[in-house]
């Protein structure tokens, strides 16, 4: 089944399904259980596509609705597949003043992305975040563990680039 929204089908592997089965077998019964499973299935795939959440619902017996649920009201889990490189750019309100959106419009617009989604290739994601904490760098994204400041729309490509 390919995610519309990534253009990224699903690849899992028989050897991640018979870890998240150990998971379920081990975790299951337990209070908690459904987050605990939910964890170690985002641990294992990286991220909970649909496929996930069905043998998850089908082993746990419940309904996939309420696996929905959790997966999306919670922030730390993803139902999308994250790039091999993950960009952040900070929307806040500093940077948003200094331009970000227009920066991240550019990128947007470079990658053919949207927050939430995955280049094809599966090597770039785009998230749009509240705050990174580096306010006087305003605007600022990262790019994994990579963090850069004071950008301007003309830097998009040779910061893509270096990736």
Sequence with gaps: MTNKKTKVPFQGTQEQ?????DVITEISGTKGALISVLQKAQDIYGYLPLEVQKIISEKMNIPL????GVA???????????????????????????G????????????GIKTGEVTPDGKF?????????????????????DVYGRLTEE???KILAKY
């Design 100 to 111: 970000a959106g227009k920066f991240y419009e550019k990128i947007s617009n470079e990658l």
């Design 17 to 21: 399904e018979q870890k998240l089965l």
């Design 65 to 68: 609705e309420e696996i929905y």
């Design 125 to 145: 994601s785009l998230e749009a975040c509240r705050c990174i904490g580096a306010c006087g760098l305003a605007p600022v994204m990262t790019i994994n563990e």
């Design 72 to 98: 999306s009201f919670y922030a730390q889990f993803s139902l999308n597949p994250k790039g091999e490189y993950k960009i952040s750019c900070c929307l806040g309100t500093a940077c948003y003043v200094r």
């Design 155 to 157: 830097e998009v490509d």
